[in-house]
């Protein structure tokens, strides 16, 4: 069940000015695949599709430290350092990951900036899910399915255009529904778009959920006929993203349709430790749009990773999420600094400043700056009446403020000002309302020992029910300090492996059934 909808290249957005075909809100009409929802601890950018975040995400999929195995709740579960390589080896394998040969000019911008800071040795190119043209070669050329033995969709290898945020229109990029969904669905799963989960219940006699379950569902883009419907199952897997199955499970918690799911959830939600910082530099001779959405990452100390990203020329509506950089300690004298700036820089420079925070040609003349730390940091989320609405509950953050910003990459940004002659920027939301901004929510159901502490097991099993999966962002249980997909989808090939195939599975699984076997599922697979 999806609640996005199903995109084929064509379908895709050229600029992010095509509002109502790059954002979700369905009830304004908006029927695209990104969504920004703002909490007060964190703003939080998501995918909404057939293929989940994979058709907006920037196809970066990078193995973490081996260190995050060590912190948080799932340190100690399992070997993860021994068993992980082979789950990560699959699922690069299927999503087709290789190392970027694309360096666009912010990458190579990057590279020589990094040099002159004395870090030119942390400079690496990305891994990435995207099909490229040999050497030498130009993109833009279909192959028959290079991945899967012909069993794939065909590819057309990257022209570079950096639209990956947009969705790939020239089906270079290997989102979900080309590799992993493709395949499901020609060996006869199905898929059902615009279709969004309302109500999970264990079937009427049995509370554990053994007999199976039942699935309510409406159609997500419907404003009145929303064509209510009810699917049984044997088992179910959530998989709606940290924030989806948050707020689904707190919703069944509540309403009395799974009371046993584990007090924990909501709890240690993180953002990766990021800090979404950038770098306008208006009139710079070359396209800074072009290239992989990120074609590069560096690191500027042991534990502040920064990539450069892009989004196509044309797209140049996230300027108005932008502002120039001001330090300072958030709060009231931040913003009054920052607006002292303004004005000093609008009397002094007015053409000049003008420019700066005009949106026209931001995308061509622009990098962010993604800033992330395998440090610890969380928040957590409730299920509460905002103040400002009291008619029903929503999902709402708690907890200590995670850092607006990182000041070694407030540093940094300046530094590569400084050298580029362009401004460093940052994200108007971290300035306002002392707000970080993410697209790499984590956490909400974590994995841990019991219920008492997170909400699956290390096999991704929910406490409390049987046959029950959580397999998304949601279990991760530390920050990871890359871009998380990756490991998101090595986890659920982990949690997979245990699963019998269908003839064999005696249907009693559970986080309280005792341990996971491998063995089993190697020799009936
Ligand atoms: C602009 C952007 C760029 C990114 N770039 C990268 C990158 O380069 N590398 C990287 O590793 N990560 C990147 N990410 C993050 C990445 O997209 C997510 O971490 C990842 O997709 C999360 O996977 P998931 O399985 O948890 O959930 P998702 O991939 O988010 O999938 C969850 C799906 O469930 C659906 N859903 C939610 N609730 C319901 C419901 N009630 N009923 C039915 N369906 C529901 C949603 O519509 C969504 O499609 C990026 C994110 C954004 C927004
Ligand atoms: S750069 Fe352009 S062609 Fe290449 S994967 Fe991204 S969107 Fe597709």
């Not at 509002?19 to 703003?43: D, Q, S």
Request: aromatic content about 10%; hydrophobic content about 40%.
């Amino acid at each position: 069940m999806e609640m996005g909808r199903r995109w084929r290249p064509e379908d895709f957005p050229r600029t992010s000015w095509s509002i109502h075909r790059w954002f979700w809100r369905p009830k304004l009409g908006l029927r695209g695949f990104f969504n920004m929802r703002c909490f007060r601890r964190a703003v939080i950018f998501h995918g909404c599709a057939v293929g989940g975040g994979s058709i907006t995400y920037a196809n970066t999929l990078l193995r973490p430290p081996d260190k995050i195995w060590d912190m948080g709740s799932w340190a100690g579960l399992a070997d993860w350092k021994s068993e992980m390589p082979q789950h990560y080896q699959t699922a690069s394998r299927i999503l087709g990951v290789v190392e970027n040969r694309i360096l666009g000019p912010a990458d190579n911008l990057l590279k020589r900036a990094a040099k002159s800071l004395g870090i030119g040795h942390t400079f690496y190119p990305t891994s990435v899910a995207v099909f490229q043209p040999a050497e030498g070669e130009q993109g833009g050329k279909t192959f028959p399915d290079p991945y899967f033995g012909g069993e794939g969709p065909e590819r057309t290898t990257c022209v570079a255009c950096g639209g990956c945020m947009m969705g790939c229109r020239y089906k270079s990029k290997n989102s979900l529904d080309q590799n992993y969904l493709y395949l499901a669905e020609k060996h006869g799963a199905r898929v059902f778009p615009e279709t969004k989960v309302v109500g999970v219940r264990p079937l009427p006699g049995v509370a554990d959920g053994s007999a199976g379950y039942e699935v309510r569902t409406v159609c997500s883009t419907a404003w009145i006929r929303r064509n209510r419907r009810r699917f049984t199952c044997r088992g179910i897997v959530f998989a709606a993203s940290a924030l989806g199955t948050m707020e689904l499970l707190f919703k069944l918690k509540e309403n009395g349709s799974l009371p046993a799911l584990s007090d924990q959830l909501g709890k240690y939600v993180r953002t990766n430790s990021e800090s979404l910082l950038g770098l306008r530099i208006p009139g710079y001779a070359e396209d800074l749009s072009k290239g992989i959405a990120i074609g590069c990452g560096i690191y500027i100390d042991e534990n502040t990773h920064v990539e450069p990203v892009r989004y196509p020329s044309g797209s140049d509506t996230m300027m108005f999420l932008t502002t120039p950089l001001t330090g300072g300690r958030p709060g009231p004298m931040r913003i009054a600094l920052w607006m002292k700036n303004l004005v000093v820089s609008l009397l002094r420079h007015p053409l000049k400043t003008l420019r700066l925070v005009q949106p026209w040609g931001w995308a061509r003349e622009s990098i962010i700056l993604l800033c992330m730390q395998a440090l610890e940091g969380h928040i957590d989320m409730r299920w509460e009446r905002p103040w400002f609405w009291p008619f029903r509950k929503c999902l709402v953050s708690r907890g200590e403020r995670i850092p607006t910003f990182i000041p070694q990459a407030n540093r940094f940004a300046e530094q590569l000002a400084q050298l580029t002659g362009g401004t460093a920027m940052s994200m108007l939301p971290e300035i306002l309302f002392n707000v970080p901004g993410t697209a790499h929510c984590v956490g909400g159901c974590i994995m841990a020992d019991s219920r008492g502490h997170g909400v699956v097991d290390h096999g991704s099993r929910a406490f409390g029910y049987k046959n029950m999966y959580v397999c998304d962002g949601s279990v991760v249980a530390a920050n990871l300090g890359v871009n998380p997909s990756l490991t998101i989808t090595a986890l659920a090939e982990r949690a997979m492996s245990f699963i019998p195939s269908a003839q064999w599975t005696t249907w009693n699984d559970c986080a309280e059934c005792g341990e996971l076997s491998s063995d089993l599922s190697e020799t009936t697979r």
